[in-house]
């Protein structure tokens, strides 16, 4: 039987081209919407029409209830997880001095408690079959730090030293866990940044002088799900067009 994967917050941006890749290579493809998302079945008709038949759950990945109900009932209806994606994420971009608790709640909550809350449940069984693939969408930011997101760019650091000690502790046991660090994408993130912003203080920081695209994180992701990446874990992979190398 085909793996199974679950890509966090699929509908758009990298998560849907995780989601592509990923059924292109033969992987069954699951993902998860915001239980606000009222376009979740505009979007698999529109993916449908593509030729791939994904399933979809609601699910905040920032409550730890409806993470678990979500995997309780994903295991019930099709399977165990193979491969976990925490891809889902959000920005709440302003000076620190700007910044109010409730913005730094939020993206803690998202960014990097959502990590432990879709991990904890699928985690275990990954163990006892021995085999398994954990691949944390991070940031460039969690690296080098940004300007306007100290919450940000805590949670997304955050995310690695998750990274790095659960990958010691399930080494032996088949489950690789990564982080892939991805620079500026040209998704709706990216393009809510004010243009001017983006063309005098970002785009020129970018060696390669573009945005990413997301099919580029996808067939990293793809990689790191492999069986031939069985050697790689607790990495945290840089794909940024050169704006950060470490
Ligand atoms: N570096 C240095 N100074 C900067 C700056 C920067 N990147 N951006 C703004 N400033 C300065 C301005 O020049 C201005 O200076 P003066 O007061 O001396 O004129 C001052 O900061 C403005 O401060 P404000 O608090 O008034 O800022 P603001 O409210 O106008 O905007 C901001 C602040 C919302 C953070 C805006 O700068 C911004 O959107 N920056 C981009 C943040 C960013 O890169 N976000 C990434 C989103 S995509 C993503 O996150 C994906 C990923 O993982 C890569
Ligand atoms: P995006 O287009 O804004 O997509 C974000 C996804 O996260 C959406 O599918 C959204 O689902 C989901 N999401 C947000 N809050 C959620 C919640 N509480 N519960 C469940 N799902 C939630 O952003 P993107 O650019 O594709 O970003 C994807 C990931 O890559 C994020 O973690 C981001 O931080 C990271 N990243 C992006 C870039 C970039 O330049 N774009 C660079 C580095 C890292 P709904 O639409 O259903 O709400």
């Given at each position: ?165 659960l990958a010691l502790e399930v080494a032996r046991k088949g489950v690789t866990v990564n982080t892939i660090s991805p ?64």
């Amino acid at each position: 039987m085909a793996r199974l994967a679950l890509v966090t917050g699929g509908m758009g941006g990298l998560g849907e081209a995780v989601c592509i890749k990923l059924a292109a290579l033969g992987y069954r493809v699951i993902t998860t919407y915001s239980p606000g998302n009222t376009k979740a079945n505009e979007w698999l008709v529109a993916m449908d029409r593509q030729g791939y038949q994904f399933r979809a759950y609601p699910c905040d990945v920032a409550d730890y209830e409806s993470a678990r109900e979500c995997i309780r009932t994903i295991e019930t209806e099709i399977g165990p997880v193979d491969v976990l994606v925490n891809n889902a994420g959000i920005t709440r971009d302003m000076t620190f001095k700007k910044m109010e608790k409730t913005d730094w709640d939020a993206v803690m909550h998202t960014n990097l408690d959502s990590v432990f809350n879709m991990t904890k449940p699928v985690c275990d069984g990954m163990v006892e079959r021995g085999w398994g693939r954990i691949i944390n969408i991070s940031s460039v930011n969690g690296q080098k730090g940004a300007f306007g997101q100290s919450n940000y760019a805590a949670a997304k650091a955050g995310m690695h030293g998750f990274t790095k000690a659960l990958a010691l502790e399930v080494a032996r046991k088949g489950v690789t866990v990564n982080t892939i660090s991805p620079g500026y994408i040209g998704t709706k993130m990216v393009m809510a940044i004010a243009q001017d912003v983006l063309d005098s203080k970002i785009i020129p920081q970018i060696p390669m002088g573009r945005l990413g695209k997301p099919e580029e994180v996808a067939g990293l992701v793809a990689y790191l799900a492999a069986d031939e990446a069985a050697f790689v874990t607790g990495a945290n992979i840089a794909i940024n067009g050169g704006q950060h190398m470490s």
